[in-house]
């Protein structure tokens, strides 16, 4: 796939790109200077981090180990027993 650079230095992304990417009109590309090959991301606006953090709620209260999450994610550990030599 191929698109062609303007005299402007403007670009079209092909829309094949633009829905697997889930890119529409008025999203902010950032672009990595430092990388060697071309490089954009993608960025998330604040308001859409702010409309994230008031939905969250941590499903372990405090005081809950680490042991005890994993153990609620995966159910509990199957330690498996040595073969006898």
């Given at each position: 796939m191929q698109a062609t650079?303007?005299?402007?230095?403007?670009?079209t992304i092909?829309?094949?790109?633009?829905?697997?990417?889930?890119?529409k009109p008025g999203d902010v590309l950032e672009f990595d200077e430092?990388?060697?090959?071309?490089?954009?991301?993608?960025?998330?606006?604040p308001q859409a981090w702010e409309e994230f953090?008031?939905?969250?709620?941590?499903?372990?209260?405090?005081g809950h180990t680490t042991f005890?999450?994993?153990e609620d994610l995966r159910g509990p550990a199957e330690i498996p027993t040595a073969a006898a030599p």
């Open positions: 650079l303007t005299s402007k230095g403007q670009i092909p829309i094949h790109v633009r829905n697997r990417l889930h890119l430092t990388a060697p090959f071309l490089k954009a991301t993608k960025t998330i606006p953090a008031k939905g969250w709620k941590d499903s372990w209260p405090a005890e999450v994993m």
